[in-house]
């Protein structure tokens, strides 16, 4: 059975970090795309950062420079490490694998999120 399951989020001030974790489980395919998303309250689920096993990942615009996504195979982790964090960080984050492109990845299975909340 396919399984996600996410780690790592919290309560952190502005200019702050965390480290986000996702542990995958059963038929996760080396061939998949894993990816970040996160959904603030009323807004739509965005993806945040996706990588293959290999090349390059992909950054939404306004994490870039901040977040770097790593992906670890022989694991089967996805960490999100997050540094100078924002306000508008603040949001439910989930991981996610399946196929696509890392622009455009296409969710075959999802975590069951981790909250990030950013105080000003």
């Known amino acids: 059975q396919e399984q996600l399951v996410e780690s790592g989020g919290g309560l952190v001030q502005t200019g702050g970090s965390l480290r986000l974790s996702c542990a995958a489980s059963?038929?996760?395919?080396?061939?998949?795309?894993m990816g970040w998303y996160r959904q603030a309250p009323g807004k739509e689920r965005e993806l945040v950062a996706a990588?293959?096993?290999?090349?390059?990942?992909y950054y939404e615009d306004s994490v870039k420079g901040r977040f770097t996504i790593i992906r670890d195979n022989a694991k089967n982790t996805l960490d999100l490490q997050m540094n100078s964090l924002k306000p508008e960080d603040t949001a439910m984050y989930y991981c996610?694998?399946?196929?696509?492109?890392?622009?455009?990845?296409?969710?075959?299975?999802w975590g069951q999120g981790t909250q990030v909340t950013v105080s000003s």
């Open positions: 996610a694998a399946g196929p696509g492109t890392i622009q455009a990845p296409i969710p075959r299975i």
């Open positions: 059963g038929s996760i395919f080396s061939s998949d795309v």
């Open positions: 990588a293959r096993w290999w090349g390059t990942p």
